[in-house]
C-alpha cells in the first residue's frame, strides 16, 4: 500500500506541474498574471509561529509525506450517491466538466478519488463553490480560515498539492480575505483532476459496473397474488 501511494504522489506531481503551466498561461492571456508578492504572514491562520505555513516543499518531501490512513480500494458503485440516470451516466465520459455539473457525478468521483488517496482535491473544490456563494464578511473570513487549515496548511493531512505562484496569490489574498480567495488554487485543483484523475475514472471498474448495473433491464415485478 505504500508503494502504491507513492506512486500515485509522484504521478500527481507530474501532472500537477502541467496544470500550474496550463493556469499560469491563462492568466497570462487575461491580463491577470501575478507580480512578484511579499512574504507577508497570513495572520498566523495555520496556527503556527512563523510564516513557514507557506513555505513550498521541494517534491521529494510532498511525496514523502504520507498521513492519509489506507481507504478501502475496490468497487464503489456509488454507493453514496443518488443512482444517476443512464443518460446521465455515459455523459460523464464525454467530458470531466459533465462530471462535476452532475450531484450524482461528483459524488461517485469523489469515492474513486478516495481509493486513490486524493479525495481531499474534490472536498478543497467543493468548500471553494461553497465559499463563492457566502456575501456575509464574517463568514466568509471564517470560511477561507477554515479552508486554509484544512487544506493550504503544511500541517494538515488533507493539504492539495500546490505550486509555489499560488501559494504567494493566496498569501497575498489572506490579508484581506474574500469569497475569491482560492480562485487560482481551485483552477489548478480542478485542472489537476481533470489531467490525471479522471481518466482513470472513466476507465476504472467501478465506472463499468454502473454503467452495466444502469443498462440491465429491471427485474419483472412478482406475480400478482391470487
Not at 64 to 78: A, D, Y
Request: net charge negative; proline share 7%.
Amino acid at each position: 500500500m505504500g508503494s502504491e501511494r507513492l506512486e500515485m504522489r509522484k504521478r500527481q506531481m507530474q501532472v500537477h506541474q502541467e496544470a500550474a503551466a496550463s493556469v499560469l498561461q491563462a492568466r497570462h492571456k487575461m491580463g491577470n498574471t501575478p507580480t512578484n508578492a511579499s512574504n507577508a504572514c497570513c495572520f498566523c491562520w495555520c496556527c503556527c509561529c512563523s510564516c513557514s505555513c507557506l513555505t513550498v516543499r521541494s517534491e521529494d518531501e510532498t511525496i514523502q509525506r504520507s498521513t492519509f490512513e489506507p481507504r478501502p480500494e475496490g468497487n464503489t458503485m456509488c454507493e453514496e450517491s443518488p443512482k444517476p440516470t443512464l443518460e446521465d451516466a455515459r455523459s460523464w465520459a464525454v467530458s470531466f466538466e459533465r462530471v462535476m455539473k452532475s450531484a450524482a457525478g461528483r459524488s461517485c468521483f469523489r469515492q474513486f478519488l478516495r481509493t486513490e488517496f486524493s479525495e481531499e482535491n474534490m472536498m478543497f473544490w467543493l468548500a471553494c463553490e461553497e465559499l463563492k456563494k457566502e456575501t456575509n464578511k464574517t463568514v466568509v473570513e471564517e470560511k477561507v480560515r477554515q479552508i486554509y487549515e484544512d487544506f493550504i496548511s503544511i500541517l494538515s493531512p488533507k493539504e492539495v498539492s500546490l505550486d509555489s505562484r499560488v501559494r504567494e496569490v493566496i498569501n497575498r489574498n489572506m490579508l484581506e480575505p474574500t469569497s475569491q480567495t482560492f480562485e487560482d488554487a481551485q483552477q489548478q485543483i480542478y485542472t489537476l483532476m481533470q489531467r490525471d484523475s479522471y481518466p482513470r475514472f472513466i476507465n476504472s471498474s467501478a465506472y463499468t459496473d454502473l454503467m452495466r448495473s444502469l443498462e440491465e433491464p429491471p427485474p419483472p415485478p412478482p406475480p400478482a397474488e391470487p
